[in-house]
């Protein structure tokens, strides 16, 4: 675990669940790579639902791969029927709307919303973090490689080897889900006036 991690181990576990509740709504999130070269990073691919009475979020699965655009396109898919989600969310920093378009391509009338990153990793984070330290996300069984992402997160960046795709994609799935805890919150600055001589009158 990094020094500094906004996730520990025991967080995780003691959230952890063996099986989950009826799901009020489940989403599938995925984080694309930048490329399909064999060396490149993995695409993110993880099933997160909101529990239909206690409001909590789950971590469902972790289907992440590496692959062609159509072999995660169609991993996409497996994992949106398996768990009968409501709606495919998707990073489209590196691919615009060719990501959307990898996705229906191989399942049309798949709602598919688009989301862009415009703040760093580590701060998209922070606010799925602090859910989990408050109890309220569970992981329903163990995901080794996407809880290695999570403890190598930290409030300055990710510490790890690589990208955190998996990681990414789990938090934006939750974000989809818990909407109200990543609000940007703007602020109006009032200045009084001075009077028409302005401040040297």
């Given at each position: 675990?990094?020094?500094?991690?906004?996730?520990?181990?025991?967080?995780?576990h003691?959230?952890?669940?063996e099986?989950?509740?009826t799901?009020?709504?489940?989403?599938?999130?995925v984080?694309?790579a930048?490329?399909?070269?064999?060396?490149?990073?993995?695409?993110?691919?993880?099933?997160?639902?909101?529990?239909d009475?206690?409001n909590?979020?789950?971590?469902?699965?972790?289907?992440?791969?590496?692959?062609?655009?159509?072999?995660?396109?169609?991993r996409?898919?497996?994992t949106?029927?398996?768990?009968d989600a409501?709606c495919?969310?998707?990073e489209?920093n590196?691919?615009?709307?060719?990501v959307e378009?990898?996705?229906?391509?191989?399942?049309?009338?798949v709602?598919?919303?688009q989301v862009?990153?415009?703040?760093?990793?580590?701060?998209?984070?922070?606010?799925?973090?602090?859910?989990?330290?408050?109890?309220?996300i569970?992981h329903?069984?163990?995901?080794?490689?996407l809880?290695?992402?999570?403890?190598?997160m930290t409030?300055?960046?990710?510490?790890?080897n690589?990208?955190?795709?998996?990681?990414?994609a789990?938090?934006?799935?939750?974000?989809?889900?818990?909407?109200?805890?990543?609000q940007?919150?703007t602020?109006?600055?009032?200045v009084?006036?001075l009077?028409?001589?302005g401040?040297?009158?």
């Amino acid at each position: 675990m990094a020094v500094g991690a906004i996730w520990d181990r025991l967080m995780i576990h003691n959230g952890r669940r063996e099986t989950a509740p009826t799901m009020g709504r489940i989403v599938v999130a995925v984080d694309p790579a930048g490329s399909s070269e064999p060396g490149s990073d993995e695409h993110g691919i993880v099933a997160v639902g909101k529990g239909d009475e206690d409001n909590h979020g789950y971590v469902l699965d972790d289907a992440s791969t590496k692959g062609t655009p159509r072999q995660w396109g169609e991993r996409v898919i497996a994992t949106y029927d398996r768990y009968d989600a409501d709606c495919v969310a998707a990073e489209v920093n590196y691919g615009g709307d060719m990501v959307e378009q990898t996705i229906k391509s191989i399942r049309p009338d798949v709602p598919v919303i688009q989301v862009r990153a415009t703040r760093g990793k580590h701060v998209r984070a922070e606010p799925i973090a602090a859910l989990y330290s408050l109890g309220r996300i569970h992981h329903v069984g163990t995901f080794d490689r996407l809880e290695d992402q999570m403890c190598q997160m930290t409030a300055a960046g990710y510490e790890g080897n690589g990208s955190p795709d998996r990681l990414d994609a789990m938090v934006w799935g939750m974000t989809e889900l818990f909407p109200q805890m990543v609000q940007t919150k703007t602020r109006t600055v009032h200045v009084p006036s001075l009077g028409t001589g302005g401040w040297m009158a």
